[in-house]
């Protein structure tokens, strides 16, 4: 009996196939408009499919899950965790949470307005990889609030984010500018700068920290994210490749670039370098070297280089970045520690070891800002009797702090001196408006229309700290101690009383002249 010859059918000769299954047409309306251009014949480089695709994440699901569940657990290793930098995934966690759903967005958003089949394809597959992440992120916080001794922060940050005084320039980098305007800005913001530039440090690096910190969870969730990040790269690299050759596109391109840099750069460098040189109780290399590497050198050297024969160049701010990276996660950390009941999370300040070994990585820390630390441990701010607050530095020395409305941080970073000269206020729509550098004025002088909202001090000008906290819902199980402590320790711990007595009330500083007094 004569039987047909067996056709042997590669993954790729698949992907060829259901290519051609794609809209032939000359004009096609998306759901999001796009000033851009793209080229129709653009190719997608992993030429996924969706079975070839579910059977690689279903075996990384696999392992990530059967260590996390079996293993992990048997070796209790969310117990083992370093309590600093525990405390800090709280953080990290929620916030990158954040960051994958806003992700989730952009890819789909692209997957409409492009016209090459292949390239929707790889946009696909990356709608479902942020689908994935953000449960990913869900999880790493659930498996620390049952293990990690200290739960609160985890089980409920959710709730207290919109009056998380960081929540807002998060949000800001990760989601207004990931999730509005042109589709290509969007793929500039979440492709070509935040996962090409800043997950390298952000999840790869971070990983080393963690695992000196005694932290194994957080590696095997983070290098299984990055394992579909090389895939979210090249979808960026093809998003340029495919707008690069028609010359009306260069002129929104690298404009479009420096900004998505400028924005992604003043969250996640002061943010994470905090992370890595404050919280990692074992520190390993300096913030300000592993972002040369990474973000400076890799990035804006070497993967932007790529693009070089295009007409793209390097960001126009990279240069005020670098000097950024230096202080900047500094400032961070200070201006989270003078405003710690909102910031849902217990967390100290530098003991001897950590000055010392800051020092000796950032000469000239201690005269910079060292000392600043040296004066709160010295005035008992960690405890609840002297009925004080950090903020009092500010109060007494009028210090005014503003918070940009382009990028969302406060104007203090990278230092109090670059705060006090280059914060600008402008007054446009019957409002003031402070930005921190000449970079976010450009942006807002270009589209004063997309910066409307509420910064945390106008949302919450007149109302008393504790307020906040309990309207917020940050506080413990008892209905009273706060969620958010000045110091790592079991005892002495504030309560909505002690915060209290403080006296101490947000104001909105463009219209009072400082953001924050006693009463």
């Given amino acids: 009996m004569l039987s047909a010859p067996t056709a042997k059918v590669t993954p790729q000769g698949v992907h060829q196939w259901l290519s051609e299954f794609g809209w032939d047409v000359d004009s096609r309306r998306a759901k999001y408009p796009t000033k851009y251009k793209f080229n129709k014949n653009t190719k997608e480089q992993f030429k996924l499919i969706v079975r070839e695709y579910s059977r690689m994440?279903?075996?990384?699901?696999?392992?990530?899950?059967?260590?996390?569940?079996?293993?992990?657990?048997?070796?209790?290793?969310?117990?083992?965790?370093?309590?600093?930098?525990?405390?800090?995934?709280?953080?990290?966690?929620?916030?990158?949470?954040?960051?994958?759903?806003?992700?989730?967005?952009?890819?789909?958003?692209?997957?409409?307005?492009?016209?090459?089949?292949?390239?929707?394809?790889?946009?696909?597959?990356?709608?479902?990889?942020?689908?994935?992440?953000?449960?990913?992120?869900?999880?790493?916080?659930?498996?620390?609030?049952?293990?990690?001794?200290?739960?609160?922060?985890?089980?409920?940050?959710?709730?207290?984010?919109?009056?998380?005084?960081?929540?807002?320039?998060?949000?800001?980098?990760?989601?207004?500018h990931a999730l509005s305007g042109d589709p290509v800005q969007m793929s500039v913001n979440l492709q070509l700068v935040a996962e090409a530039a800043f997950t390298n440090p952000l999840i790869v690096a971070m990983c080393e920290v963690a695992a000196a910190n005694g932290d194994e969870v957080t590696p095997t969730i983070f290098l299984s994210i990055e394992s579909d990040e090389l895939r979210h790269m090249a979808n960026g690299y093809q998003t340029i490749v495919s707008v690069v050759d028609d010359p009306d596109n260069m002129q929104y391109l690298q404009t479009d670039i420096d900004n998505a840099f400028w924005i992604n750069h003043k969250f996640i460098t002061p943010f994470v370098g905090a992370a890595f040189d404050y919280f990692a109780k074992h520190k390993a290399t300096p913030w300000a070297k592993t972002w040369d590497k990474w973000v400076y050198e890799d990035w804006g050297g070497i993967w932007l280089g790529r693009l070089s024969r295009f007409g793209v160049q390097s960001p126009a701010p990279l240069a005020d970045a670098k000097r950024d990276a230096y202080w900047a996660h500094h400032y961070a950390y200070a201006s989270a520690w003078a405003l710690w009941p909102l910031v849902g999370v217990r967390f100290e300040l530098p003991d001897a070891r950590d000055s010392e070994w800051l020092e000796n990585n950032y000469p000239g820390w201690y005269d910079e800002i060292g000392n600043i630390f040296e004066h709160w441990r010295e005035d008992g701010y960690e405890d609840p009797a002297n009925h004080a607050l950090p903020v009092d530095l500010f109060i007494n020395g009028k210090i005014p702090v503003y918070i940009c409305r382009v990028c969302q941080m406060p104007t203090i970073m990278p230092t109090f001196y670059d705060g006090l000269t280059n914060v600008r206020i402008l007054e446009y729509g019957g409002r003031k408006h402070a930005l921190c550098s000449e970079w976010c004025e450009r942006m807002y002088l270009k589209e004063p229309e997309r910066y409307t909202g509420q910064n945390f001090f106008e949302l919450f000008d007149g109302w008393e700290m504790s307020e906040i906290v309990r309207a917020s819902g940050m506080v413990r199980s008892d209905g009273k101690t706060l969620t958010s402590q000045p110091h790592l320790r079991s005892e002495r711990l504030w309560t909505l009383d002690d915060l209290q007595q403080c006296g101490v009330v947000i104001r909105d500083p463009l219209k009072h002249g400082q953001f924050v007094e006693r009463v």
């Fill in 57 to 176: 994440e279903e075996e990384k699901d696999s392992r990530q899950f059967g260590s996390l569940l079996d293993s992990l657990a048997r070796l209790s290793a969310g117990s083992r965790v370093e309590p600093r930098w525990a405390e800090v995934m709280k953080l990290v966690s929620n916030f990158l949470e954040v960051g994958e759903y806003g992700a989730m967005g952009t890819s789909a958003a692209l997957w409409d307005a492009v016209e090459s089949p292949e390239q929707r394809n790889g946009y696909l597959a990356q709608v479902e990889d942020e689908v994935r992440h953000v449960t990913q992120c869900g999880y790493l916080a659930n498996y620390f609030a049952t293990q990690y001794q200290d739960p609160a922060g985890f089980t409920d940050f959710r709730k207290f984010r919109f009056a998380h005084p960081f929540f807002g320039p998060d949000r800001n980098c990760v989601l207004d």
